[in-house]
Nanobody, 115 residues
Framework: QVQLVESGGGLVQPGGSLRLSCEAS????????MAWYRQAPGKERELVAG???????NYGNSVKGRFTISRDNAKNTVDLQMNSLKPEDTAVYFC?????????WGQGIQVTVSS
C-alpha cells in the first residue's frame, strides 16, 4: 500500500507560479513511475507529467515548456513546478504512483488560476 498526499495548491493569478508536492507514505525506490494528472470540471482526467525511477520524464502537450516534474527519493516526494500558469490550467491535480503490483492515487488538490 502507498498513500499519496498532495500539497501546494491554491489560487494564483495568470502568469504566476505554483509548486505542488506529493509525499508518499513509504520509500519511492520501489515505485517505478509517478505522475501528476489533472481534471477540470466537465472534462476527463488527463496526464500532466510523469517521471520514472530513472527520472525519465514526459509531459502533456499543453504544459510542455511551462511545467517541470522532479522526484526526490530521499524525501519520498514528487514535485510539479508550474510556471506561466493560464486560466485553463485550473483543475484538481492528482498524484499517481505505480508499483509492480498496483497503482495508487492521491485525493487531489485544487489549483485555480484567475485574476
Amino acid at each position: 500500500q502507498v498513500q499519496l498526499v498532495e500539497s501546494g495548491g491554491g489560487l494564483v493569478q495568470p502568469g504566476g507560479s505554483l509548486r505542488l508536492s506529493c509525499e508518499a507514505s513509504r520509500s519511492i525506490f520501489s515505485i517505478h513511475s509517478m505522475a501528476w494528472y489533472r481534471q477540470a470540471p466537465g472534462k476527463e482526467r488527463e496526464l500532466v507529467a510523469g517521471i520514472t525511477g530513472r527520472s525519465t520524464t514526459n509531459y502533456g502537450n499543453s504544459v510542455k515548456g511551462r511545467f517541470t516534474i522532479s522526484r526526490d527519493n530521499a524525501k519520498n516526494t514528487v514535485d510539479l513546478q508550474m510556471n506561466s500558469l493560464k486560466p485553463e490550467d485550473t483543475a484538481v491535480y492528482f498524484c499517481w504512483a505505480a508499483t509492480t503490483k498496483s497503482t495508487y492515487w492521491g485525493q487531489g488538490i485544487q489549483v485555480t488560476v484567475s485574476s
